[in-house]
Structure formats: structure tokens, C-alpha cells
């Protein structure tokens, strides 16, 4: 069996970028052909690995650049698609469009989805000033461990966007039907598109939460959910068809030929049903010079599957979030084999390992340390002090927390069989504070939020704490 | 970076271990041959796995401390602190970026330096920046002169 096309025309224009790595997601005409090149002969070829003169002295930095440049051209890809999202909902309020028709009762659906562009853009912003202060700080490793931090909101964006481009098809799809097909009801049309907002809603709540356990697993869960939509849209569209061919059947080739050429203009692509015999999952889905195709077709370019195994071994983004991905790019949202795992080789080319899957922290720092403490690196009882020099929003000091074994904890805090001097201000909070504001006073200014990671940064590695950030709650 | 191993076990035992394992009788001894090196470099040396760099700065101030030569540890710890922060020396200019460094190395300082001693760490500071070493200076040890200068020992 061979799935032609996405399910979700708006899915594709998200992830045309993806595959042909030509940047266009946009909603505007010209870019209505661009994303079916990648049902085309594949041209790109592996990218080279960074092969620019490398300063072997440092490593870590230049590891930091990459991240970086991955997590940037992530974003670019989803804020893309999020402005061609927001012009598709703009045009979408025009009187003339759903926004007017059926006395309004639509226009709930239209504001659902603007109103999650609003937590899109925080995200991206967080993301951004994340990866933006990672490049300025002079340390690789808390460079490195700032953009781990980009993780979820970027991992929350991508799938949010993906989302909320299906949702804008159905948007756009209830518009076609409304005009087209008036013999489908509006009533019908209405319950429809509320029980497809109910299958989003609780993937978009969790996403929008930003909370790393929420993100991941709903962003596994995207594969199963946008199989669901596609049958949905299908059915809804087979419905519109079935009843336009009763209500006036003369009328009913024409119109449907007109309501798929509108929908074509929209880069609607036709979901297929799954075929009755169960498909295994990963058929045909090959690692390829290219990138990864399914059959002849190239489901995600050889620069995108380079750029998330950097995002993976860097840590910021987890395997399954990727394989996801993939399976969305590769139409196979049809089969609900939720939880099978992507071919080997495929998920070898995301940079899926050993050492991978231990290394993303999702709240513990290893083996047998479950119960560790967690701790504010930037001490909470300073808050506000931080929040003066710049620690708010994506940079808020909850973000710095990690995880410590007890033994540690108390040694940093001066408990437990630490103290070799009797006066020694060894309590980690009494000792970075120290830090900081002598060094203040010495600067004769307030210190910058890079400066005070590079100060902090510092004094973790002379305490041999775990550079690795884990977003904390607000005691 | 060691992922926190350096607190599993008995790490003061490890400690002497390691630098008796190196033919030094203690961790000053140690120290002071390696005088421009960073905490963390001798950490690393002494165990890359398993040692942290305050370790040996706990360390250290527990031996000055015995043989009541505290400022003279303070003199070590600056001069590491110094040469980390500004390694080309003293700078001729203090703009933004080598205010910065200095302010890191002497705020450090002062919040490594027990709670006895942080009121004398304040004045070598004032000391420090309302009149500045000449440009380049550079103290390889805690001999150097003008550290010996604004920090003398005072003990026995």
C-alpha cells in the first residue's frame, strides 16, 4: 500500500520545509507547488558533516554553534508555518468566509485557533532567547545546558503548529462545505467540528503547558491523533459528497469538482483510508541518501533528518518526539501502531543510541537517583534579585534547577560530613550569592544575566554540579 | 565535569589518597607546585572523575587553617582566581569586558575566604581597584610581592 499524500493539506505546507528544504510554507500561491517536490525524484544529496576548519581546542563551543544553528532553523520552520497559519485564520474572518456565514456559530472555531497562536509565539520567544543567551554565555557546557532547555517549548511548538495546521484544514474544509454543500447542514457541520475540536483540545492544553512530561507525551501521541483527524476530514468531506449527490444530482459533479479545486488551491491533499488489512509499521520507510523515503517518496530530507540528530544528541529533543515526526512526514498517521518504533537504521540516522537515551533527563539524574532533591541553582530566595537582572519568562530562574543525589545535596549545603573548616561559607545559596554581589560591587554595576552565568556556570563545575537544567515549579 | 561523583564515598579519604599517590605529603604541598593553576585543573588532576574543585579548596583551607596560615591560603586562591579570570595580567584598561573579569575573580575570591577573613578580602579589593596594580602584573604565587604587600600574614 502506498500513501500518496499526508493526510492534512495543511500538515504538508508544515513540513514541505522539511523535505525539500526550500524554506516555503507559506499559504500564498506561488508556494502551492512547492510542496509536492518531495513526491519528486529526491536531488539533494547527505550534507556534508560541518567540514569548516575545526579549533580542536574548542570542541564544545563549536558543538554549542551547531545546537544552535539546528534549534534556529527549527524555529524559522515553525514560525513560518505559524504565519501562514495566522493569514489562513485572517482570511478565514472575512464576512464572506466562515467567519460571516451560518449566523456565526463558527466563529468560535476560527478564535480556538487564534487563540493558540498567542502561546505558539511565547514559545518560539522563549525558545529563541534560550538559544540566543546559550551562544553568549563563554562556557560550552552551560551553553550546551541552556539549550536543552529549548527542549520542550521547541518540541510543544513544532507539534502545536502541526496541529493547529490541521485544525485551520478542517477550518477551511467547513468553509468549503458551508459554500458548496449546503445540503450537508449546518448543524451536522457544527457538531463535527466540535467533536474534532475535542480530539485536539487535549493534546493542544498539553502542549501549550510547556511542562516537559506533558510535551513528550503528547508529541509521541501525534502520530495516533493525526490519524484520527485524517479519517475525520475524510468522513466529513465523504459526507459533504454523499449529500450533495442526493440533494440535486445533476449539480453534483460539477460542484465537487469545484469544492476539490478550491480545496486544491488551499494544498488540500485527499487522505486515503486506511486499507482494510492491517499495515505494518516502518514498511517501506528506508534511510536513504536523501533522507527518509517511503517507497519512491522522500518523507524528510537527508539536512532535516541531520538537523534533528543534532537536536538528539545535543539533548534537546528526545527520540520519540522525532519519530513521531517522521511518521507524520511519512503519511503513516493511518495506522495506529502507537508505540512501535521506527526501522532501525531510520532511527540510527536521528542519532538514537545507547548513550542517547540515557543522557535526556526527564527528572532524574541517573539510575537509583529517583528521589533526589531538586534544587534552585539561582537560590530562591533571591528571586527577585534575578528577576532584576533579567531572569523572567523563558529565563526565569525555575528553569535552573537540577537534580542532585542526597549525599550531594547536603554537601553543598553544608550539611552531612562536609564542613573542614568551622566558618567556611560552604552553603552553596550563602556561596553564589557571595559571588555575585561582591562581584557587583567590585564591577561597581549590576552584572548582566550572561555574566552572572558565566559566574554561576563556574562555581557549578567547582562543585561538581550536574550542568544539566531541569525546568523547576515556583515553590 | 564529573556528574557528581565526586561526592560518592568517602571523597576527604580519596582526596589524600590521590595526593599521596602524587608524593606530595599534603594537598598545600601539592598546590603550591602547580601555583597558577585553577582550582579546577587541580581538581581534575588529582581525579577527573571523582574530585570537585571546591574539595580541594575545603581542603586547602583546613591544612591553612592547622598551620594557622590563612592569608597565605587566600594569597594561593587569589593568585589561581586571578590567573583564570585575567590570564594576560593585570589590565591596562579596565573597560566593561576586563572590569568584569577582575570583579569575577576578586568576588569569587571574597566569597571563597571564610567568614573570618572576608572583611580583610574587602580591603585588599579597595586597595586592588583605587590603586591598580601596573598593567601586566601577574603573581605567580603567594609570594608575590605586592600581595604580600596588601595581605601580609598576621600569624604566628
Redesign the interface.
Known amino acids: 500500500m502506498r500513501l500518496t499524500a499526508l493526510g492534512l493539506g495543511c500538515i504538508t505546507a508544515v513540513l514541505s520545509s522539511c523535505a525539500t528544504g526550500d524554506g516555503r510554507t507559506g499559504f500564498s500561491g506561488e508556494a502551492a507547488t512547492s510542496y509536492r517536490q518531495e513526491v519528486g525524484p529526491a536531488v539533494s544529496s547527505f550534507p556534508a558533516r560541518e567540514s569548516s576548519p575545526s579549533t580542536p581546542s574548542e570542541p564544545g563551543r563549536q558543538f554549542v554553534t551547531h545546537t544552535r544553528q539546528a534549534i534556529r532553523s527549527a524555529i524559522d520552520d515553525v514560525e513560518r508555518s505559524r504565519a501562514g497559519i495566522a493569514g489562513s485564520l485572517h482570511q478565514l474572518t472575512d464576512n464572506r468566509r466562515l467567519s460571516g456565514r451560518a449566523n456565526g456559530v463558527f466563529i468560535r472555531h476560527i478564535v480556538y485557533g487564534s487563540n493558540q497562536l498567542q502561546w505558539l509565539h511565547g514559545a518560539l520567544g522563549g525558545v529563541t532567547t534560550l538559544a540566543d543567551v546559550a551562544w553568549g554565555v563563554d562556557e560550552p557546557?552551560m551553553g550546551l545546558a541552556l539549550l536543552r532547555l529549548t527542549g520542550p517549548p521547541l518540541q510543544a511548538a513544532t507539534s502545536g503548529a502541526t496541529l493547529l495546521a490541521a485544525w485551520t484544514d478542517f477550518l477551511n474544509l467547513a468553509d468549503a462545505v458551508l459554500r458548496q454543500c449546503p445540503s450537508y447542514g449546518t448543524e451536522r457541520l457544527y457538531a463535527d467540528m466540535n467533536r474534532v475540536q475535542q480530539l485536539i483540545e487535549p493534546s493542544m492544553r498539553a502542549l501549550s503547558s510547556l511542562e516537559p512530561a506533558q510535551v513528550e507525551a503528547a508529541a509521541a501521541a501525534m502520530p495516533e491523533l493525526m490519524g484520527q483527524l485524517t479519517w475525520e476530514f475524510h468522513s466529513i468531506r465523504e459526507g459533504a459528497r454523499v449529500a450533495t449527490e442526493r440533494a440535486d444530482q445533476m449539480m453534483a459533479a460539477a460542484q465537487l469538482v469545484e469544492m476539490l479545486t478550491l480545496v486544491s488551491a488551499l494544498r488540500m491533499s485527499l487522505p486515503r483510508l486506511p486499507p482494510a488489512a492491517p499495515a505494518t509499521l516502518g514498511v517501506g520507510l528506508v534511510m536513504g541518501s536523501n533522507g527518509v523515503m517511503v517507497g519512491s517518496r522522500l518523507a524528510v530530507s537527508a539536512e532535516w533528518v541531520e538537523r534533528m540528530r543534532r537536536l538528539v544528541q545535543a539533548g534537546v529533543l528526545s527520540v520519540p518526539a522525532v519519530s513521531a515526526a517522521v511518521r507524520i512526514h511519512a503519511g503513516q498517521v493511518m495506522m495506529a501502531q502507537a508505540h512501535q518504533e521506527l526501522p532501525r537504521g531510520v532511527r540510527e540516522a536521528l542519532g538514537d543510541g545507547p548513550e542517547v537515551r540515557g543522557m535526556r533527563v526527564t527528572g532524574k539524574?541517573?539510575a537509583g537517583m529517583a528521589e533526589s532533591p531538586e534544587h534552585h541553582v539561582l537560590p530562591d530566595e533571591f528571586r527577585e534579585w534575578f528577576e532584576k537582572r533579567g531572569f523572567t519568562g523563558a529565563m526565569s530562574i525555575d528553569q535552573f534547577c537540577v537534580k542532585?543525589?542526597q549525599?550531594?545535596h547536603q554537601?553543598i549545603h553544608g550539611g552531612g560530613?562536609?564542613r573542614?573548616?568551622?566558618?567556611?561559607?560552604?552553603e552553596w545559596n550563602r556561596?553564589?550569592m557571595?559571588?555575585?554581589?561582591?562581584?557587583?560591587?567590585?564591577?561597581?554595576r549590576m552584572?548582566t544575566r550572561n555574566?552572572i552565568l558565566?559566574?554561576v556556570g563556574?562555581?557549578m563545575?567547582?562543585?561538581?554540579?550536574?550542568?544539566n537544567f531541569i525546568p523547576g515549579r515556583r515553590r | 565535569?564529573?556528574?557528581?561523583?565526586?561526592?560518592?564515598g568517602n571523597w576527604?579519604a580519596r582526596l589524600y589518597e590521590r595526593v599521596r599517590e602524587r608524593g606530595y605529603d599534603s594537598l598545600t604541598t601539592f598546590a603550591e607546585a602547580r601555583p597558577t593553576a585553577s582550582?579546577?585543573a587541580l581538581a581534575e588532576e588529582l581525579g577527573k572523575d571523582d574530585v570537585?574543585?571546591?574539595q580541594v579548596?575545603?581542603?586547602l583551607?583546613?591544612e591553612a587553617?592547622q598551620r594557622k596560615q590563612v592569608t597565605r591560603f587566600m594569597r594561593d586562591v587569589l593568585v589561581r582566581l586571578l590567573s583564570q579570570s585575567i590570564p594576560d595580567g593585570w589590565p591596562g584598561v579596565l573597560d566593561d569586558a576586563n572590569?568584569?573579569n577582575?570583579?569575577?575573580a576578586?568576588?569569587?575570591w571574597?566569597?571563597?575566604t571564610?567568614?573570618?577573613h572576608q572583611e580583610r578580602a574587602?580591603q585588599v579589593?579597595t586597595a586592588l581597584?583605587a590603586t591598580p596594580p601596573p598593567p601586566g602584573w601577574r603573581p605567580l604565587g603567594p609570594d608575590d610581592g605586592l600581595l604580600r604587600t596588601l595581605l601580609p600574614d598576621d600569624e604566628a
Not at chain 1, 573542614?420 to 560552604?426: E, I, M, Q, T
Not at chain 1, 563545575?461 to 550542568?467: C, E, Q, S, V
Not at chain 2, 565535569?1 to 560518592?8: A, F, H, K, L, N
Request: charged letters at 25%.
Open positions: 557546557d539524574t541517573g542532585l543525589e549525599a550531594h554537601a560530613n562536609w573542614l573548616g568551622r566558618l567556611w561559607p560552604n556561596m553564589i557571595g559571588a555575585l554581589r561582591e562581584a557587583e560591587i567590585t564591577a561597581g552584572l555574566e558565566n559566574i563556574e562555581n563545575k567547582l562543585y561538581d554540579i550536574p550542568m | 565535569m564529573t556528574d557528581g561523583r565526586s561526592w560518592q576527604k582550582l579546577a570537585a574543585g571546591v579548596l575545603s581542603g583551607l583546613a587553617e572590569r568584569f577582575v570583579a569575577k576578586l568576588g569569587s571574597i566569597a571563597y571564610p567568614e573570618t574587602r579589593r581597584l
